[in-house]
């Protein structure tokens, strides 16, 4: 029924909304399918690409192998430096791993394949502490507009305290849904 699919091609279009706002990624490790392997040289190393990205609180880190030749292992900064796989924190061979990202600061992975490590095969992932560029810019809390001044103004970018972000959130999606509705008609 032609009704019901277009229901779901604006629903779909509203949740590419709404997590184009939240952020939240999925990062595939290295940038393509094959990246979880010896590098070839320094600059195809996985820290290269690491150094080129940006991880944010909330997003996941995706590896793609083969998982019955290899694996991913979370470990602390010491095994990462000395390839130790004795003590990992987590064991991934699933060979589509996911990790989610929950805290800022590094996170440690090596390969579980033996000597694959001592040749490379490893990643440090820095995830950046949320919210720095407010609080730099924001000393002070300053008053929420009213909910009529962001009626009146939807697309002015908040800039300072968390419930104007929020409301300006609201706000962003209160219009996407309208756009949604009028799409349907
Ligand atoms: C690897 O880690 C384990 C447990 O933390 C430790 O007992 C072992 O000595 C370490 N091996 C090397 C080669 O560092």
């Known amino acids: 029924m032609a009704a019901s699919s277009r229901t779901v091609s604006a629903s779909l279009l509203f949740m590419f909304f709404l997590f184009g706002f939240s952020a939240a990624k999925e990062l595939l490790v290295g940038g393509n399918v094959n990246a979880w392997k010896i590098p070839s040289s320094e600059a195809d190393s996985l820290n290269n690409w690491a150094e080129k990205s940006r991880f944010n609180v909330g ?19 010491q095994d ?13 061979s699933d060979g589509n791993t996911k990790v989610k990202l929950d805290r800022p600061g590094p ?18 992932v820095v995830v950046i502490t949320p ?9 002070a809390p300053s008053p929420a ?25 609201a706000t962003a999606l209160g219009l ?10």
């Not at 997003?59 to 900064?77: A, E, F, M, T």
């Not at 919210?131 to 000393?139: D, H, K, L, T």
Request: glycine share 6%.
């Open 59 to 77: 997003d996941h880190l995706v590896w793609k192998y083969d998982g019955g030749k290899d694996s991913v292992l979370q470990v602390n900064r």
């Open 80 to 92: 990462y430096a000395n390839c130790n796989s004795s003590n990992p924190i987590e064991k991934y």
């Open 107 to 124: 996170f440690y992975f090596i390969s579980g394949a033996k000597g694959h490590c001592e040749k490379g095969q490893k990643l440090v």
């Open 131 to 139: 919210r720095r560029r407010y609080s730099a810019v924001s000393p």
């Open 145 to 169: 507009p009213s909910s009529a001044e962001l009626e009146e103004s939807p697309a002015v970018a908040p800039t300072s305290s968390a419930p104007v972000l929020q409301t300006g959130f």
């Open 176 to 185: 996407l849904a309208t756009i949604s509705v009028a799409f349907l008609m």
